[in-house]
């Protein structure tokens, strides 16, 4: 393989122009690409600038499919050297999928040779690593003689390959083409050549962005221009162009036919819709089978299979359906027949929606199209001699009939906007065609009031021409009858307030019933319920559709207590029916649907109408959760009473016998009181202590004031603060340190150890040793049984945070601390029950005393804040080993939490 030095030694052989003249021809070409904004002349222009540069046969740019398959798009050749393959298309298997990856990673450039069999290969970038290469560099090595062939084929003696990549949507690298350059004859390419190359496929990336950008802007502003054009069609008061605006539609969207059809909305009247809804429609329909009764074809919209049909593929029915081919679906077979009449291949549907209300559908259809490719030679893959390089390229016209066409993104989102605005106008038009009824009825009214009115005053004048002595009477008259006129106006307009205020007053009642968390139903006289609240039938397990107008006391099977179901004439809401007094209840029963049943507290109170009864409401809740905190409440004070009593009368008692002076004559015995006195009221406040820490923990009170810590300071530093205690029990320690950094509150974390060594050394024996060890671990290299049995004990306490998740693999490294004893061992049926509080082994047979059972409690909650988890393991006879563990220092994302 040759290596740079062998490439510039043979570009300066074949004599490039002088570098002056370079840069001036690349000025020029970049002034050329820059002048235009269409990419057809961009293109054009440029491949003739770099053919009029290189000075060779052909210079073409081929412009890659979505499949791999590509097409040339410009081209500019020397008169009778090469074949044109402008407009000619080439399979995806003539451009390997190694080579495209190459092409858009590397950024990788050929050079081909046939004569001498060389290629030469210059990236751009790494391949690896996808970063700018220091230094521009042509590798030569041999071609391959496949690729060899399939230029010599072409006429091409030697070839120059420069890849053109364009930024997408989503600002990533995508390979757009390539820019190739042809000669029929043996040519060297220099390394200054290949640069100004480069140079122009570069700036033709940034010509095919401003392009595309010129182009995305152009389809925005006609769909702009569009959506204006039918929006002024529909949004007329005085008329609703729909039919207009429908034609507008399908030219817009370039589709063979569409229609629009307004379901029926209002009562049916002459000013109004129809009650079977309106139909309009423009170009190629589909027309389903006439029966027998019927004068004119059934909208496909009233087909009873139509809204299964767009609820196809799991969409719902507000959904748009773009279907591209209607073939494969399973339709109905009179629905498949009318679309396969009319030759319609592709559907789209836009349901129209206003205010969650279903006005209608707009429908848009399209046939099926020709499609035709230019093949640069006639390529067949079932061709054994196809696995060769391709031999002719002659141009190879494929034609396949009854393609459907995809619908683009770009037209279902014009579609749904322009759905928008059909939805609103027919709204719109519905409320205007209401008001203009009643103002017809108004004027109606009016009308023939003044004729009223004109009778009687030729009534007048006539009487006032016979009996000229009545006309005082007569203005009389005529004054009662204005004023009762204007009183039954008056009348009129109150009679409208009041039947306004009541539907408000209705509303607000009905908002208030589906807003309140309680249960609410009322009931008429026989117990069948008149209303039920959501809340009702959620707590029962019920739709409220289910409860509505049913007996509701054999639904709930209203019980007492002690599960004994009432009689209904003995219940206390049959009570409230007949007698009208309220009932308030808090310790009967209702049973779900589901066949559970729940403690309920109710109130049930009378409606009256008139002073008479005619029914009740019934107001419940579910009373299951106040039970539990009410039974959990009585235990604690009853377990914090006893914890209280028990030092409480060992401090009286020994204080009333050194009251009396029993024992002045014994110091011995005084001393020992006192001892005890003393002690036990340091167990009062290590339990009262104890108590308040565990709240301030539990309720989020305890701020947690987390820092790097040194993990082998801490450990050194608890094990300092007992030693004390485990001199005078003569029990030794032992500590391998570890180096470690923990995130971590400091003080909480010294009271974990302490409260675990304190525990160790209480239940060792004198002469045993107790070690404290630390370590890097993951999570998921605990042992399966005792992690999960920690994370099951977690899971079940309310109290706790969530425990983290056992099988994520991605957890980073923890510290996992131990404090191994070598006591009698904690029974297997308490080693998770020791952490809830109150908990505590019997000590006596140690001799060790003392202990507010919150000691464990609390180690849990500060392990757990950390976001860590404590186990224990431990075998009786031999001892207990006590594990928990901390999260490891990272150097971002630290700061304060609770």
Known sequence: MATRKSARSQSQSSSPPQIDSLEVLLHRMMNRIRQSLDLSEILAGTVAEVRTFLGTDRVKIYRFHPDGSGQVIAESNRPRRLPSLLGQNFPAEDIPLAARELFLKARQRSIVDVTEQQIGLSPLDCLETGTLLATEDIRFRPVDPCHAEYLMAMGVRSSLVVPILHHDYLQQNR??????????????????????????????AIAIAQS???????????????VNRVSWLLHSMT??????????????????????????QFEPSEHLLAQTGQLFSCGQQPLLATPAKQTKPQPIELHPEWPACLSANGSTITDVLAIADLHPLDLPPDLAEAFSTAEIRS?????????????????????????????????????????????????????????CQEWAIAEIELAQALGKHFAMAIHQYGLYQQVHTLNLDLEQDIQERKQAEVKICALNAELEQRVLERTAELQRANTELIREIRERERALRERQQAKDSLKRLSRQNELILNSAGEGIYGLNLQGKTTF???????????????LSEKFIHGIINHSQSDGSPYEWTASPIHATLIEGAAQHRTDDLFWRQDGSSFPVEYVSTSIREQSKIVGAVVIFKDITERQIVERMKDEFVSVVSHELRTPLTSIRTALGILAQGCLDTQPDKSQRMLEIAFSNTNRLVRLINDILDLERIKFGKSLMQKQACNATNLILQSVDTMRAMAEKAEVNLAVTPIAAQLWVDPDRII?????????????????????????????????????????????????????????????????LISIQDQGRGIPEDKLESIFDRFQQLDASNSGHQGGTGLGLTICR??????????????????????????????????????
């Open 175 to 204: 390979l757009w083409g390539l820019l190739a350059s042809h000669h029929s004859s043996a040519r060297r390419v220099s390394e200054r050549e290949l640069q100004i190359v480069q140079l122009v496929a570069d700036q033709v």
């Open 212 to 226: 595309n950008l010129l182009s995305q802007t152009r389809a925005q502003a006609e769909q702009e221009a569009t």
């Open 861 to 898: 909650s500060i392990v757990q804040q950390h976001g860590g988890q404590i186990w224990v393991e431990s075998t009786v006879g031999k001892g207990s080993t006590f594990y928990f563990t901390l999260p490891l220092h990272q150097e971002s994302g630290v700061g304060l939490s609770k």
């Open 239 to 264: 008329e609703m162009q729909v039919q207009q605006a429908l034609e507008q539609t399908v030219k817009a969207l370039q589709v063979a036919g569409g229609r629009i059809y307004i379901s029926p």
């Open 532 to 546: 039920v609240n959501p809340a009702a039938a959620r707590i029962l397990g019920y739709e409220v559709e289910h």
């Open 751 to 815: 009271q974990t150890l302490t409260n675990l060594l304190s525990n160790a050394i209480k239940f060792s024996p004198p002469q045993a040793t107790v070690r404290v060890t630390a370590e890097r671990r993951r999570p998921e290299s605990f042992e399966f049984s005792v992690f999960s049995a920690a994370i099951e004990e977690l899971a079940t306490n309310s109290d706790q945070d969530p425990p983290l998740e056992a099988e994520d693999h991605s957890q980073p490294e923890v510290l």
């Open 347 to 403: 559907l789209l549907v836009v349901p129209l929606f206003y205010r969650q209300q279903m006005l209608g559908y707009l429908s848009l259809f399209r046939p099926e199209i020709e499609v035709e490719t230019l093949w640069a030679g006639r390529v067949d893959r079932n061709d054994p001699r196809n696995l060769r390089p391709r031999e002719s390229f002659e141009v190879w016209r494929e034609l396949k009939l009854g393609q």
